[in-house]
């Protein structure tokens, strides 16, 4: 199941829960909801599929929004993503 939900004190403004999900879906899921979200807004996604890493770097790269910070902790990896304000379709 995935968790999807607006956190108003923190330094994101989405957050989508993608643990227990195998490749393609934290993606697909992340695409989703960039696309329902405005220009700079913040994205915390937390996945724990291994592939994630070059997933996301990947994703990014080829969509222009940026990755400002990825952490792995515990086998769960962190990704915060700002929102492209023209981002390219794929």
């Known amino acids: 199941m995935v968790k999807i939900e607006s956190k108003e004190k923190n330094d994101f403004d989405h957050y989508l829960d993608a643990k227990g999900l195998n490749c393609p879906l934290p993606i697909l899921k992340t695409k989703v909801l960039l696309n329902k979200m405005q220009t700079d807004e913040i994205l915390l996604v937390d996945a ?3 592939h994630s890493q070059v997933d996301f770097e990947a994703y990014c790269a080829r969509t222009d929004h940026e990755i400002i910070n990825s952490t792995l902790s515990e086998g ?8 492209a304000r023209n981002p390219k379709k794929i």
């Open 76 to 83: 769960v990896y962190s990704f915060t993503i700002k929102r």
């Open 48 to 50: 724990t599929d291994p």
